[in-house]
């Protein structure tokens, strides 16, 4: 069985400062790891994705993402910040059991709210 | 390319109503996924398809029930609606085990 845990429910930056949002994962084998967007009222876009390759990950909108297995560990970063990175952000893991595929498992989302 | 479409956008049903969402997908995707967004909880899987003519159980299957139709459309039904299915309903689709999934718009439930 695999679990994630987004460390911060909710986190606010200042538009052009850093952000990091913290995810932790549990897994039994080796993942899959994703982070997925949600704006307001709208479905869920793929920032980026982890699947074995190099462990420092590169997706939309200047996000990036590293993983590290000894740390159990995938946190999102960006440089700085735009207004229109105001959304909610899922960290979501995916590990094959050997009993086919049973969907996603996603942490709770972090609210991430940028101050002008 | 639409990607992911789910209809309706919203709707409003009186406990012990049933209704049916519709999904489809034109990517030629292999797997669907039905997903419940409730607030603080994340998205939690209801069923899947890993594909045609195959449905699993996910996370909160009861009170559901779902149909892949062919490779394009996977519909969820709600035979007897109760106010805990109140939540915004999300259909994604794969192209397979270890790809990302690509959500739909979501369908917003009320049940009264």
């Given at each position: 069985?695999?679990?994630?845990?987004?460390?911060?429910?909710?986190?606010?930056?200042?538009?052009?400062?850093?952000?990091?949002?913290?995810?932790?994962?549990?897994?039994?084998?080796?993942?899959?790891?994703?982070?997925?967007?949600?704006?307001?009222?709208?479905?869920?876009?793929?920032?980026?994705?982890?699947?074995?390759?190099?462990?420092?990950?590169?997706?939309?909108n200047g996000f990036e993402a590293e993983f590290k297995k000894s740390e159990t560990s995938f946190h999102l970063t960006k440089p700085s910040a735009h207004m229109s990175d105001a959304a909610e952000y899922f960290c979501v893991v995916r590990s094959y059991s050997g009993g086919g595929a049973d969907g996603l498992t996603f942490g709770k989302g972090t609210h991430l709210i940028i101050q002008p | 390319n639409a990607g992911v479409t789910q209809t309706p956008k919203f709707q409003v049903l009186k406990t012990g109503q049933s209704m049916t969402l519709q999904c489809a997908q034109d990517m030629n995707h292999n797997s669907m996924y039905w997903y419940r967004q409730?607030?603080?909880?994340?998205?939690?899987?209801?069923?899947?398809?890993?594909?045609?003519?195959?449905?699993?159980?996910?996370?909160?299957?009861?009170?559901?029930?779902?149909?892949?139709?062919?490779?394009?459309?996977?519909?969820?039904?709600?035979?007897?609606?109760?106010?805990?299915?109140?939540?915004?309903?999300?259909?994604?689709?794969?192209?397979?085990?270890?790809?990302?999934?690509?959500f739909g718009p979501g369908t917003r439930l009320t049940v009264t």
């Open positions: 069985a695999q679990s994630v845990t987004q460390l911060d429910s909710h986190v606010s930056v200042s538009e052009g400062t850093p952000v990091l949002l913290r995810c932790n994962y549990s897994s039994s084998y080796s993942p899959s790891l994703f982070w997925y967007v949600q704006h307001p009222n709208k479905g869920l876009q793929l920032l980026l994705k982890y699947t074995s390759a190099a462990t420092l990950v590169k997706g939309i | 409730d607030p603080g909880m994340g998205l939690r899987l209801i069923y899947y398809s890993a594909s045609e003519g195959t449905t699993d159980k996910g996370e909160v299957p009861n009170g559901y029930n779902v149909s892949r139709l062919n490779k394009r459309e996977f519909s969820l039904r709600l035979e007897s609606a109760a106010p805990s299915q109140t939540s915004v309903y999300f259909c994604a689709s794969s192209p397979g085990d270890f790809y990302e999934q690509y």
